[in-house]
């Protein structure tokens, strides 16, 4: 199929052949013409299969056939992400797709200056991307008009359902009129949350691209089996290849992630962190810094893992192992975009191989193992202070409690009463 058989209007096919795209992918091929139609749909397809643009086209079509209201313009389209890097992405996505038309694109999050998101509500914005969390806070000072909203587009929509977005989704929805077309799409979405989804839409049409636990069938996925005191080295024996020249690596913790990518600049490899310590200004210099080929590295938490695309990226690792199958999907989904080759390489130590056997289960397959060639695996475990950790402190023995001074007394003499 091509792109004039979706039936979107000739501005944003201009702006789709100047961006380069050749041909629609399956889940905008199934998802457009339902939208176009007015439906509420469930989209649900691999990462980096045009999601975005699932949604983004027929939105931007609908509303260039409505005449543009005079005045200040209250967002008629409402894109609810849930992470900063996500809705910066997609505001970005939407004025390359729409470049050819006189619509207005916002977008609101925290980690930033409150003054120009006000100021950009107060002009006037026909599109609206948001994080839930900034956009309840301004729209609780009066900024951000959301009586007119008739496109809702939950975007990676098993995590804004999550229990930690859920509430606040709920009192979103609430502001909002009830008439109104809702699309959700994820590359993931339980059947568990699936069931929430029926709080938000009316009659909706199911657009399923593949299995959900499938990633991008050009993934490369094998595993490393190495002591936990060893990934850090095991990484740095890999980046001698010159193969692994844009790798993102995903640590548990911050504090890891700090830590690997402090390890890592030692060793002369240059590093960005992205992490939601990170301020938003270090947030989107890390981003900047790993698309132009000044960071080799970036080393991340599963913040990462939904709203980062960037082309290119040859290697996504685990350094660790995720909590649960979802989050693996979408962290190696980060390589192999638009059908672009990728390898997944995960370092798993002893302890997480009850996670490895459970992942492989969701996936329904094993994933390879491998043996780093040239690599010691063997090595001793290093002392403490080798390994950089600060030492434990000392255990203080717990004391005797003393008795009671009253308990430790003789018992006072009684006065004669003579």
């Known amino acids: 199929?091509?792109?004039?058989?979706?039936?979107?209007?000739?501005?944003?096919?201009?702006?789709?052949?100047?961006?380069?795209?050749?041909?629609?992918?399956?889940?905008?091929?199934?998802?457009?013409?339902?939208?176009?139609?007015?439906?509420?749909?469930?989209?649900?397809?691999?990462?980096?299969?045009?999601?975005?643009?699932?949604?983004?086209?027929?939105?931007?079509?609908?509303?260039?056939?409505?005449?543009?209201?005079?005045?200040?313009?209250?967002?008629?389209?409402?894109?609810?992400?849930?992470?900063?890097?996500?809705?910066?992405?997609?505001?970005?996505?939407?004025?390359?797709?729409?470049?050819?038309?006189?619509?207005?694109?916002?977008?609101?999050?925290?980690?930033?200056?409150?003054?120009?998101?006000?100021?950009?509500?107060?002009?006037?914005?026909?599109?609206?991307?948001?994080?839930?969390?900034?956009?309840?806070d301004?729209?609780?000072?009066?900024?951000?008009?959301?009586?007119?909203?008739?496109?809702?587009?939950?975007?990676?929509?098993?995590?804004?359902?999550?229990?930690?977005?859920?509430?606040?989704?709920?009192?979103?929805?609430?502001?909002?009129?009830?008439?109104?077309?809702?699309?959700?799409?994820?590359?993931?979405?339980?059947?568990?949350?699936?069931?929430?989804?029926?709080?938000?839409?009316?009659?909706?049409?199911?657009?399923?691209?593949?299995?959900?636990?499938?990633p991008a069938e050009t993934v490369t996925q094998f595993v490393y089996e190495v002591a936990p005191h060893l990934k850090t080295a095991l990484l740095l024996h890999l980046l001698q290849d010159p193969k692994l020249d844009m790798v993102l690596a995903f640590a548990r913790t911050k504090h890891r992630a700090d830590r690997l990518a402090r390890q890592l600049e030692r060793s002369g490899v240059k590093t960005a962190t992205l992490h939601s310590n990170r301020s938003q200004s270090q947030r989107m210099r890390a981003l900047r810094d790993f698309k132009a080929g000044a960071a080799r590295v970036l080393v991340a938490t599963d913040i990462a893992a939904r709203g980062i695309d960037v082309d290119g990226i040859s290697h996504v690792i685990n350094f660790d192992l995720p909590q649960n199958p979802e989050d693996y999907v979408h962290r190696i989904?980060?390589?192999?975009?638009?059908?672009?080759?990728?390898?997944?390489?995960?370092?798993?130590?002893?302890?997480?191989?009850?996670?490895?056997?459970?992942?492989?289960?969701?996936?329904?397959?094993?994933i390879p193992r491998k043996r780093a060639e040239g690599f010691n695996h063997d090595l001793p475990a290093p002392e403490p202070s080798d390994a950089g950790e600060a030492p434990a402190r000392p255990v203080r023995p717990i004391q005797p409690r003393r008795a009671p001074r009253s308990w430790s007394r003789a018992p006072r003499a009684r006065r004669s009463p003579v």
């Open 1 to 136: 199929m091509s792109f004039r058989n979706l039936v979107l209007c000739s501005p944003i096919l201009e702006a789709i052949r100047e961006a380069g795209y050749t041909e629609p992918t399956p889940i905008q091929t199934a998802a457009i013409p339902p939208i176009l139609a007015g439906h509420d749909l469930i989209g649900i397809a691999q990462t980096g299969t045009g999601k975005t643009a699932a949604f983004a086209w027929p939105i931007l079509t609908k509303l260039s056939e409505q005449a543009t209201p005079a005045g200040r313009r209250a967002p008629q389209a409402l894109i609810l992400a849930p992470t900063r890097e996500l809705a910066a992405q997609i505001q970005e996505n939407l004025r390359t797709y729409g470049k050819h038309l006189p619509l207005r694109v916002a977008s609101i999050y925290g980690g930033v200056r409150e003054r120009p998101q006000i100021e950009a509500l107060r002009s006037g914005v026909d599109i609206l991307v948001a994080c839930p969390g900034r956009l309840l």
């Open 138 to 214: 301004l729209h609780g000072q009066g900024y951000g008009d959301l009586s007119a909203i008739r496109y809702l587009v939950l975007d990676e929509a098993d995590r804004m359902l999550d229990m930690g977005f859920l509430p606040a989704i709920r009192q979103i929805l609430r502001k909002l009129p009830r008439e109104r077309q809702t699309l959700l799409f994820s590359a993931t979405l339980c059947p568990e949350i699936e069931v929430l989804t029926r709080e938000f839409l009316r009659s909706p049409k199911s657009v399923e691209i593949g299995r959900r636990a499938n």
């Open 333 to 366: 989904g980060r390589t192999g975009r638009a059908q672009a080759i990728g390898d997944a390489i995960s370092f798993v130590s002893p302890e997480e191989r009850g996670p490895l056997r459970s992942l492989e289960r969701f996936l329904g397959r094993g």
